[in-house]
């Protein structure tokens, strides 16, 4: 078995209909939903604000790489295209795998470029972290430490202030 954190984030056409395709394309692997937040664009200021949540989910025959492609047929039902030219541009659907544990529930690490384990800017991101803390209260993430430290003491601090909660919008898990 094996367990997978999952950031989704959404800030073209429906984005709260996106966030649920997600959360449906994944199905019975589903185990917690976040709430749903509402951030500025990161990297990329020109362009309308996200809506964000994450999803933690298992499998008892997923490999890292079996997360990524279900987080990429995911994007593809969303009607993702990816623009080369703007990197950290806006999407109908983004789903980043931000860390797996294998079935002893070790972290997995990984430095192969097409999926780097754990996600190596989670730390830098409070549209990720705030979202993971709803789901995994005391929560680490792997090489970095205590959701909480990362959301109010390191890099992502200050950016921790713009993430707003949204409860006038849910996610229903399909589990």
Not at 46 to 71: C, S
Not at 82 to 95: M, S
Not at 98 to 115: K, N, Q, R
Not at 138 to 158: F, I
Request: aromatic fraction near 6%; charge should be negative.
């Amino acid at each position: 078995m094996t367990r997978a954190l999952l950031s989704l984030g959404s800030n073209l056409g429906d984005r709260l209909g996106h966030l649920r395709g997600a959360v449906a394309a994944l199905g019975d692997s589903v185990l917690l939903v976040s709430g749903v937040y509402e951030t500025p664009p990161w990297g990329d200021e020109e362009q309308p604000a996200y809506l964000n949540a994450v999803v933690l989910a298992a499998d008892p025959a997923a490999t890292p790489t079996h997360w990524l492609e279900r987080a990429r047929r995911a994007e593809a039902g969303a009607g993702r295209t990816r623009d080369p030219a703007r990197r950290f541009g806006p999407r109908t659907l983004d789903v980043d795998v931000i860390t797996v544990w294998d079935a002893d529930d070790e972290p997995v690490v990984s430095d192969d470029p097409e999926l780097t384990l754990p996600h190596p800017r989670a730390h830098l991101r409070a549209f990720v972290l705030r979202p993971w803390i709803d789901v995994q209260p005391y929560g680490r993430l792997p090489g970095h430490g205590w959701l909480t430290d990362l959301l109010t003491t390191g890099p992502a601090a200050q950016d921790a202030l713009a993430v707003r909660p949204r409860p006038d919008l849910a996610i229903e898990s399909t589990a």
